[in-house]
Nanobody
Framework: QVPLVESGGGLVQAGGSLRLSCVAS????????MAWFRQAPGKEREFAAA????????SYTDSVKGRFTISRDSAKNTVYLQMSSLKPEDTAVYYC???????????????????WGQGTQVTVSS
């Protein structure tokens, strides 16, 4: 098991910024990709951003490109999601997930991810 713990969510006005963090504990000696997914009220969980095991390759859904940045600090087993120019439609529970793989391109598929955090609420007011 690899517990993942998210933090950094909260309430912010439209146009504001937040930074989410996700710390992986347990067995983290292998390479793993990390991703952020989100679930808005009444909607299915969707992919937001991912980063490969080395931190070189990232992937974003179109709606967050240019506003969100995913990064990782491997020494701290932590992945970040810097969110800027937030919009009300970004309101969701954000989940981080880990995929035990050293593939160059990180997956966008929820089914590929082995471990999940409990989620952190992000609310953007208009």
């Amino acid at each position: 098991q690899v517990p993942l713990v998210e933090s950094g969510g909260g309430l912010v006005q439209a146009g504001g910024s937040l930074r989410l963090s996700c710390v992986a504990s347990g067995r983290t000696d292998r390479g793993y990709a990390m991703a952020w997914f989100r679930q808005a009220p009444g909607k299915e969980r969707e992919f937001a951003a991912a980063i490969n095991w080395s931190g070189i390759m990232t992937s974003y859904t179109d709606s967050v490109k240019g506003r969100f940045t995913i990064s990782r600090d491997s020494a701290k087993n932590t992945v970040y999601l810097q969110m800027s120019s937030l919009k009300p439609e970004d309101t969701a529970v954000y989940y981080c997930a880990a995929d035990w793989t050293t593939r160059f391109y990180p997956s966008r598929l929820q089914s590929e991810y082995d471990y999940w955090g409990q989620g952190t609420q992000v609310t953007v007011s208009s």
